[in-house]
């Protein structure tokens, strides 16, 4: 089975601390993914990564950044942490297939409040 | 730009009940891909489902069945004879054509499904 692990399932940081989150698969897969889970307004992408050291933008990078430097590892950052950061953090990853798009697996989560 | 709208926030039913979540889908592409996925109380997301644009056939799992029908952008699921099991958060993906290569998803935002003991 595919399994995406989160390094924290809970976390409480201070305004203004720098946040790491960590995500390993360890299935092989090129892409890797990190969205933030907020009610009423589901799932949305900070950033993503296709490749070894590639990332990309998604949808609300703002006040992120990611680094990818092992296939199977994908960090998420906050460079300094605000309370509007607060918020479920989910990873997942994904292989690419030819010529259709393949089902994209989640770890369980990071609860991340800021206090 | 694509878009997936979940109208229903929240549902209860009573349990052995039949329920129905809706998903209504926007894309420009003529080729793109839905998903399903569970979210129970443990918070890890469980795919359930993806079906392509091209194939329109209904899909039947156990008590599950996906209605797909491409005249009204809609990819509703339906679960028969509910179970306290199935109380979870589903969410209804899509990822279109521009995406393929990177597997990025665009979600609805959910619909909380409550089975009533």
């Known amino acids: 089975d595919v399994k995406v692990t989160q390094s924290s399932r809970y976390l409480v940081k201070r305004t203004g601390e720098k946040v790491f989150l960590e995500c390993v698969q360890d299935?092989?897969?090129?892409?890797m993914f990190w969205y933030r889970q907020d009610p009423g307004l589901g799932l949305r992408l900070i950033y993503f990564?296709?490749?070894?050291?590639?990332?990309e933008k998604g949808d609300i990078p703002e006040g992120y950044s990611v680094s990818r430097e092992k296939k199977e590892r994908f960090s998420l950052i906050l460079e300094s942490a605000s309370t509007n950061q607060t918020s479920m953090y989910l990873c997942?990853?994904?292989?690419?297939?030819?010529?259709?798009?393949?089902?994209?697996?989640f770890g369980q989560g990071t609860r991340l409040t800021v206090v | 730009a694509q878009k997936v709208t979940q109208a229903q926030t929240e549902i209860s039913v009573v349990e052995k009940e039949d329920v129905t979540l809706d998903c209504v889908y926007e894309t420009r592409d003529t080729t793109y891909y839905l998903f399903w996925y569970k979210q129970p109380p443990s918070g890890e997301l469980v795919f359930l489902i993806r079906r392509n644009s091209f194939d329109e056939q209904n899909e039947i799992s156990g008590r599950y069945s996906w209605n797909f029908q491409k005249s009204t952008s809609s990819f509703n699921f339906t679960i028969t004879a509910s179970q306290v099991v199935d109380s979870a958060v589903y969410f209804c993906?899509?990822?279109?054509?521009?995406?393929?290569?990177?597997?990025?998803?665009?979600f609805g935002t959910g619909t909380r499904l409550t089975i009533i003991p």
């Open positions: 299935m092989d897969h090129e892409n």
């Open positions: 993906a899509l990822s279109d054509y521009s995406n393929f290569g990177n597997e990025k998803l665009t």
């Open positions: 997942a990853s994904s292989y690419t297939g030819t010529g259709f798009v393949t089902e994209a697996f």
């Open positions: 990564s296709y490749d070894v050291k590639m990332k």
